[in-house]
């Protein structure tokens, strides 16, 4: 198997709103909220309209993108045995991605994020994990994961206890790790633990520019090269207008945009991102290819609703 990511196994519920619902709501556009009663993920959903429902999380939105590039994949993310982890499952049975979890009935019903899209194609989202978050070293497949050439991560799983240790177990029996630093919400809740990972368990790192600059505490953007040089692993840092950016040792490869697009929703840009970088790496691509390759499938993902292909 090419890729296996393991992470939030969360149905995304999409739905448009105004920059007057994201402040009515003390939202902050753009991030991530995490949500830890359920009264209050129905509260805000009650009034909205909903465009979309669809299998989502973020390292499992850049699984079906690797897949769809022709890749075998497989996933690992924690479900109830409840009517959102039936239609999460098939999701990505429909998208050829093997899945390695066999689900059951949970305390907790499955997580789902509600992707509040504004009208400048922002994204802010709301997050219930219910029983994604409540991942353990148990339900990490030690078998699949030896047989993946790289396992991918994301920032969003990674929490105290069990999916510390889940985490932990992934990356002790893995041939090559990659993660996804996720949200500046992540970093600055994990900043140390995180900064851990980059520097010494990581293979290759994916983040933004907001994130990997909060992550070093850096300056200028300057610092953060300088930063990813001395790592001699492979940085990935999406810059938006500017395009992306690779760094592994005193190499620096940069890629544009595609110019010109018609932006509907940037909700899956970054997971589509690391799609397109990941088939890169594990088809022998330059860095340079690898970048191009995830530029094409993040401008592509951004001119619909939803963050899948």
């Not at 509260?43 to 890749?71: D, H, M, P, R």
């Not at 105290?160 to 002790?172: L, S």
């Not at 999406?238 to 950016?245: P, Q």
Request: glycine share 8%; proline share 1%; hydrophobic share 40%.
């Amino acid at each position: 198997m090419k890729i296996l990511g393991i992470g939030n196994a969360i149905v995304d519920v999409i739905c448009k709103v105004d920059d007057n619902f994201i402040t009515k709501n003390n939202l902050t556009k753009s991030t991530m909220k995490l949500i830890f009663d359920q009264s209050e993920f129905k509260n805000l959903l009650k009034n909205l309209k909903i465009e979309k429902t669809v299998s989502g999380g973020s390292v499992a939105n850049s699984i079906v993108g690797v897949s769809q590039l022709g890749n075998k994949v497989g996933f690992i993310g924690k479900v109830s045995d409840d009517e959102f982890g039936s239609k999460y499952e098939d999701g990505l049975k429909k998208e050829n991605v093997e899945y390695f979890y066999s689900k059951k009935k949970e305390e907790l019903p499955t997580g789902t994020c509600l992707i509040l899209v504004t009208p400048d194609s922002e994204r802010t989202m709301c997050t219930f994990l219910g029983t994604a978050g409540k991942i353990n070293e148990n339900d990490v497949n030690t078998h699949a994961i030896q047989k993946s050439e790289i396992i991918f991560l994301e920032g969003y799983l990674w929490d105290e206890g069990d999916p510390k240790k889940a985490f932990d177990k992934a990356i002790k029996f893995s041939n090559k790790v990659a993660m996804s630093l996720s949200d500046q919400f992540c970093v600055d809740r994990h900043k140390n633990h995180f900064l851990e990972l980059v520097k010494n368990k990581l293979d290759i790192t994916f983040a933004n520019e907001q994130e990997i600059t909060s992550l070093i505490d850096a300056k200028n953007f300057e610092e953060v090269i300088n930063f990813s040089k001395q790592l001699n692993k492979l940085m990935v840092i999406t810059r938006g207008e500017k395009g992306a950016i690779a760094i592994k040792g005193e190499d620096v490869i940069e890629c544009g945009i595609e110019k010109n697009l018609k932006i509907l929703d940037l909700t899956g840009a970054g997971d589509l991102f690391a799609a397109g970088f990941l088939h890169g790496v594990v088809n022998q691509l330059s860095i340079k290819e690898s970048l191009e390759k995830g530029t094409e499938m993040s401008s592509k993902v951004i001119q619909q609703i939803g963050a899948r292909l």
